[in-house]
């Protein structure tokens, strides 16, 4: 495993020199430390990625969709209320099964936003669209 054992003047101290330490991306060998994983930043970029669009193909999908009910939102509601019906969000894509959170008022009546832009169902498939204000 190790190749030699090497006693360092300076630092008074013994390390290992690593004879079989590959790289994780493109297993050539490493040289240099130890503890050092892999060849090069751009093997170490390579990995990395591959490790997080694997992790994050998911919340990429759900963050699309509610990004895109977003801009549907704001473009149906310029002026921070407006009134607009079902087939029409529909028609625009929107999704009604994704929103961030929700608000209740105290009449019960509860409001779903897709982050500052939301709307409240009405009667008849009608929906009253909001802005939400920042405290």
Same mark, same amino acid.
């Given at each position: ?12 101290? %013994? ?5 079989? &330490?590959?790289?994780?991306?493109? *297993? /050539?060998?490493?040289? *240099? $430390?130890?503890?050092? &994983? ?11 990625? &591959? ?19 977003? /801009? ?5 509601? @310029?002026?921070? &209320?407006?009134? +607009?019906?079902?087939? =029409? #969000?529909? $028609?625009?894509?929107?999704? %009604?099964?994704?929103? /961030? =959170?929700?608000? +209740?008022?105290?009449?019960?009546? /509860? ?6 832009? *939301?709307?409240? @169902? #009405?009667?008849?498939?009608?929906? %009253? ?7």
């Amino acid at each position: 495993m190790f190749s030699s054992l090497k006693y360092c003047e300076s630092n008074r101290v %013994f390390y290992f020199r690593c004879m079989d &330490k590959f790289c994780y991306e493109c *297993g /050539t060998e490493i040289k *240099g $430390r130890v503890d050092k &994983k892999f060849c090069d930043d751009s093997c170490r970029s390579a990995f990395n990625n &591959k490790i997080n669009n694997e992790n994050n193909a998911l919340v990429k999908k759900v963050n699309k969709i509610l990004r895109k009910n977003r /801009t549907i939102l704001f473009a149906l509601n @310029p002026d921070g &209320k407006a009134k +607009t019906n079902k087939s =029409h #969000l529909m $028609r625009a894509g929107f999704n %009604f099964e994704y929103f /961030t =959170h929700t608000y +209740t008022t105290k009449e019960g009546k /509860t409001y779903y936003f897709c982050y500052e832009q *939301g709307y409240l @169902p #009405l009667e008849n498939d009608w929906y %009253f669209l909001v802005v939400r204000e920042e405290n």
